[in-house]
Structure formats: structure tokens, C-alpha cells
């Protein structure tokens, strides 16, 4: 399971959260707490906001730990939003286009969990797909199509919605081609203007999610696990929740993948069921 953190409000060096903390992201990179695997060495990146309205990105299949060009940009660069996510691989090779963030014009993406029986659920998910996304795919992963099915179902226009309607069309497909779904869905994402993350299971057991306040002025990071051992300051977002964070400060609400009608999930799934 990866790690990520991710932040809003007013600018501050990327190193805050992810080299300086006593429990930074390099540091759960080999050493996470909150995971079934302590270390995530399968690549990292980070996604920031600045002055044009497509992120930065970085990216690269090192350990987060061994990187010094990592190091050295975290403590030069400040952004008033930005993600930064270390990679344990699930489902695709350790390679640069599998590493999180992806982008897509404006927006990031970047996710901890997985989708079961994905190398049966790849090929309708991509048939979802129109020409502009399924083009856009660089990757093999789980994590980028979802997110190219949530831009594919209106991701700029309705956020959080869409990626409901993302993740219940995974889901929908699993249960018709193989009897059962469980998806693992911790995500963050972003327009560079507001944050967003859904933390979401099938099961009981959802990818932990954590918020707490930082830079002051309505700042807020969000991170997979705590990056201290203030536990007063870190608040759990619970399972089946969506948050958002703007201007206005941290919002909270329920997150229900939303359901296609079974006739429509039997005729997208068609193409797959006939190889």
C-alpha cells in the first residue's frame, strides 16, 4: 500500500511535509506505521501549484529516501497546494508512468489501495474510455485509469460525484464478470484551486486517511498517516467519506458510489466477456 500527503492553503516549502516532519513522507516511505507493508520503495512524485494553471511534476522510480534531487527540491520549492505520494506497487511494473501524481491538464491524482481483478476489469474500464482519455493513458496501472474514468465521467465538473460514479462502475463490473468487487480507495485530487480526497472500501478495511491544520490562515494537510506524534492534532476522516478543502476551510461528506442500471453494466462488460 503507497503513502501520500497533500496540502492547501497559504504557500509553504514542499519539505514541510515531506522531509522535515519526525514521521515525513521519506520517512514512510521505509518506515510506515499504518500500512501492510513498512516500505514503500517502488518510485515517488510530487505535484505542486504555482503561478499557470497546470501543476509541476516530478516523478522518478527511486526510493523516496535515496533521491537527493527530491531533497533539494522540497526545500526550494513553496506552493499553496500540492501532492506528494512513494509508491508500493500493486498492479504495474516500477517505471516513471506508473508513479503518482498523474496529471491531467489542470488536474492531479494520486491514490492508495487497489481494484481486485484488475487484469480482468483493465480492458472495459478502457472501452469506457473516449479517444481524448484512453490517448492520455501512459501507464498500467489501476490508479491512473480510475482516474481517467473519473475525468471520462465529469471529473472538471462535478468532482466528487463523478468519482463516485468511477468507483461504482468498477465495482459493477467486478460483481458481472467475476462474482464479487472489492475496491480500496484512499485518493487525492485537485484543479489547483480546491482539494479534494475520498477515503473508501467495499470492506472494513478503507486505507486510513488523516487531516490536521497547517500554515495557518485555514491551511490543512492530508495524509495517508500522521506526521508527528501530536495525536490531539490529527483528526481520522472516516471510511465512506469524501472531503473537500477550499477557501472556506475543510468540508466533510458521506462518499456512496453511485450504480449504472445492471442492463447498461451487462452491455459495457460485453467486449471483455467475449475474449
Known amino acids: ?18 522531509t ?13 506505521t499504518k500500512a501492510k507493508t513498512a516500505t514503500n520503495a517502488d518510485g515517488f512524485g510530487i505535484a505542486w501549484y504555482g503561478d499557470r494553471p497546470e501543476p509541476g ?17 522540497a526545500r526550494q520549492i513553496r506552493s499553496p497546494l500540492f501532492l506528494a505520494h512513494v509508491r508500493a506497487a500493486t498492479h504495474g511494473s516500477t517505471r516513471r508512468d506508473n508513479c503518482h501524481p498523474f496529471v491531467n491538464g489542470s488536474w492531479s491524482f494520486m491514490h492508495n489501495g487497489q481494484i481486485d481483478h484488475f487484469d480482468r ?13 484512453f490517448n492520455a493513458r501512459a501507464g498500467s496501472t489501476d490508479s491512473e485509469l480510475l482516474f481517467l474514468l473519473a475525468l471520462q465521467f465529469g471529473l472538471r465538473d462535478r468532482p466528487i460525484a463523478a468519482m463516485a460514479e468511477a468507483v461504482g462502475f468498477v465495482e459493477q463490473i467486478s460483481r458481472h464478470l467475476t462474482g464479487t ?7 487525492a485530487f485537485s484543479d489547483g484551486r480546491t482539494l479534494y480526497a475520498v477515503r473508501y472500501a467495499t470492506d472494513a478495511h478503507a486505507p486510513t486517511l488523516f487531516a490536521a491544520p497547517m500554515g495557518g490562515k485555514g491551511g490543512y494537510c492530508l495524509v495517508s498517516e500522521p506526521l ?9 476522516i472516516p471510511a465512506g467519506s469524501a472531503v473537500i478543502l477550499d477557501a472556506k476551510g475543510l468540508d466533510a461528506t458521506k462518499f456512496e458510489p453511485a450504480s449504472e442500471p445492471e442492463t447498461k453494466v451487462e452491455r459495457m462488460a460485453e467486449p471483455a466477456m467475449a475474449l
Open 121 to 133: 476489469l483493465r480492458r472495459p474500464m478502457e472501452s469506457m474510455l473516449d479517444d481524448e482519455h
Open 20 to 32: 522535515s516532519p519526525a514521521h515525513s513522507l521519506i520517512e514512510q516511505s521505509h518506515c510506515a
Open 228 to 236: 508527528n506524534d501530536e495525536t490531539d492534532t490529527w483528526v481520522e
Open 57 to 73: 511534476r516530478f516523478r522518478d522510480v527511486l526510493p523516496a529516501w535515496s533521491d537527493c534531487n527530491l531533497k533539494s527540491l
Open 1 to 18: 500500500m503507497c503513502r501520500w500527503a497533500a496540502y492547501r492553503g497559504e504557500p509553504i516549502y514542499l519539505e514541510e511535509l515531506v
Open 181 to 187: 468487487a472489492r475496491v480500496r480507495f484512499t485518493a
